[in-house]
């Protein structure tokens, strides 16, 4: 990799301004000056240091937030926040994108990360990554609901989903529930229950695949994935909900 490609990764500046710290003299690679930005240098086994701190380098990042209300799963927006918006200039640098999305008004569990393999492997509608949602709803939910949505529900536009597992946590007149789903159509929760007649008054994202929220996280909060959480969605393989 280029020095100079480097220093920009970790956030040292654009390139302009790395060529010109390297230009300073501030920056050596296993205790030698490097001037030249043209440089190849592995991170992995070379020492990088500017103005003799180490420059500590990973080339993915892996994070899990608690995404709050109001804000949209996306890397950039000209009118609204995005979850990229929330992000450390650290963590930013290194051009982490939302492994599938939740809906602005939905909170909880959203990965980010800039391992495109990773991501894609998780969205794949051939996997059938599960994802589990809390929500409360407008109405009872009742053992024909959670026959139906074992079955499948036919959505407002025809389309038939797959069987999904509902458990119903708390019945009366506004039940508290989870569902597990193995796909993501627009808004597909809500609409679900639209289908049997209810209305989804809150919704959270608990768990994707191996991964459950930390309920240390607060709405907005993020953190890095472990070496083991990274280990656990690298080696996934999902099974029937």
């Known amino acids: ?3 100079d490609k480097l220093l920009a990764n970790v956030g040292y500046g654009s390139r302009k301004e790395v060529k010109g710290l390297l230009k300073s003299g501030a920056v050596k690679v296993d205790e030698e000056v490097v001037k030249d930005p043209k ?6 086994e070379q020492e990088v240091t500017v103005h003799g701190e180490i420059v500590s380098y990973k080339e ?15 890397t950039e927006d000209l009118q609204q926040k995005t979850v990229v918006d929330l992000l450390e200039l650290e963590d930013a640098v290194y051009e982490p994108f939302p492994v599938g999305r939740l809906d602005k008004d939905t ?5 980010l990360t800039n391992d495109g393999q990773l991501s894609h492997k998780l969205l794949s509608p051939k996997k059938h990554v599960p994802k589990t949602y809390f929500a409360r709803i407008n109405a009872p939910v009742t053992g024909e609901d959670v026959e139906a ?4 529900v ?8 797959k069987p999904a597992k509902l458990t119903v946590l708390s019945s009366g007149d506004r039940s508290e529930i989870e569902l597990t789903i193995t796909e993501g159509k627009f808004h597909q929760v809500k609409r679900m229950f639209e289908s049997v007649g209810k209305k989804v008054t809150y919704l959270k994202r608990i768990s994707m695949g191996p991964l459950q929220l930390d309920d240390r996280l607060e709405l907005g909060e993020y953190r890095e994935l472990t070496e083991e959480e990274i280990e656990l969605l690298q080696s996934y393989t999902p099974t029937d909900i």
């Open 1 to 3: 990799m280029r020095i």
């Open 39 to 44: 440089t190849q240098v592995n991170p992995d």
């Open 60 to 74: 993915f990042i892996y994070l899990m937030m608690n995404k709050p209300q109001g804000v949209i799963s996306a």
């Open 107 to 111: 909170e909880g569990f959203l990965l």
């Open 149 to 152: 949505f074992k079955q499948g």
């Open 154 to 161: 036919i959505l407002d536009d025809g389309y038939m989903t």
